[in-house]
């Protein structure tokens, strides 16, 4: 399948609009002076927020050093929402690209949609901003930080890859993978179908991905290797392919075991 066409099908790109950017447009065939195909305008919102992924992730990896004394404690609350909603950014961004794309395109036409678009992304960094400030009171809550408090994380990693096989992970799975956030009921009003949007599928990756962050919480955010490697995790859980039966344990046993080695070398 030709490159253009195969974008087009996808809604990446589409025939050039009068009155379009032309710094936007690509000429993936055919004649460069025609100018023949554009990107359109819910995949450059998709693009903005690879790029602030991108720079949520570059800040976490600028200051994994400073934050090590988090490893042990999470510091004031102020500073533990900042750097909490970055490391959110980073992780959960990239994987909320499909929802976000989705929205705009139904969305592009409407008046001012790129700022909806924005308010959706928003909204859903603010669900698992309250998700890490519930783990931050509970975590003082409990007299935290424990001496063994790097084997505690290894535990709950244990029980988020044994999490991964209940039912309520695998439908707040297929609610990510599916859009549902979008499928139902919605506002008129485009900025409250947004917040709508948000929380709902907020509430989904909550549900999906919930023991893999409160591992993150324990393990310490100053561990970069574990933030990379739980990021990937989720991609997995919310972009790639239904997985059968079998591969899904296979998935979640070695989560499991990656709890266990890291309790074993804490």
Known sequence: MPLNHLLTTVGLVRPVRRGFCPACRLVLSGDASRGS?????????????LLAAGGAWAYTVAQADSMGGMAMGLGPWESFAGTWVIMMAAMMLPSALPLIFEFARDAEGRRAWPVATALLALTYLAVWLAFGLACYVAYLAIGMPWPNQNRVGGAVLVLAG???????????????????????????NLMRSALVAGVRYGLSCAGCSAGLMIAMVLIGMSNLLAAILLAGVV???????PLAWRYELVFSLGVAAAGVAYAALA
């Open 235 to 241: 991609l997995v859980y919310k972009l790639a392919p």
């Open 162 to 188: 044994l999490y991964a096989l209940t039912p309520l992970k695998r439908a707040s799975q297929a609610r990510c993978r599916e859009l549902c956030a979008l499928h139902g009921p919605l506002p008129f």
């Open 37 to 49: 195909s554009e990107l359109a305008m819910p995949a450059l919102a998709a693009a903005a927020t």
